[in-house]
């Protein structure tokens, strides 16, 4: 079993930086209040952003291994969260846009399928409380 520690520090307002054992960093933050200014995503964005970028990583690796031959991977995140407290997630779709030439869509759809559902690690974290949905397109 792996151990993962990162540190997470209050910098003003609600701002805060959170640090890993690389010394890579990320801001997060939360308006005040509605319409005020923020300067980093929302934790719950970052949630979206996590698993979108781990399902694009397993896309990649995986059309890689397929020979496929691609220039770009896009993955467009909608989700909708319900309105009490806490505000989770209920439904995400990710919505990977590949551009490239002669792709196969049998190996795009198998790559994000062995994705959901064997490979990324946040999809599986989430699965359970969220109805996470996949959609793809060609280019």
């Not at 990583?57 to 319900?82: G, H």
Request: with cysteine; glycine share 4%.
């Amino acid at each position: 079993m792996s151990k993962s520690e990162l540190n997470t520090q209050w910098v003003d307002n609600y701002t805060f930086i959170s640090t890993n054992e690389d010394n890579q960093s990320v801001v997060m933050d939360s308006p005040a209040s509605k319409g005020d200014e923020k300067i980093g995503p929302l934790p719950m964005e970052m949630v979206l952003m996590g698993l979108s970028a781990c399902a694009g990583i397993d896309v990649k690796l995986i059309l890689s291994k397929a020979k496929q031959n691609f220039n770009d991977i896009q993955v467009k995140v909608s989700a909708d969260r319900r309105e009490e407290i806490p505000r989770i997630y209920t439904d995400i779709n990710l919505h990977f846009i590949v551009t490239g030439t002669e792709l196969s869509e049998k190996q795009v759809a198998r790559a994000i399928k062995l994705s959901a559902e064997k490979y990324c690690s946040v999809s599986h974290m989430l699965q359970d409380t969220v109805n996470i949905t996949h959609s793809y397109e060609l280019n």
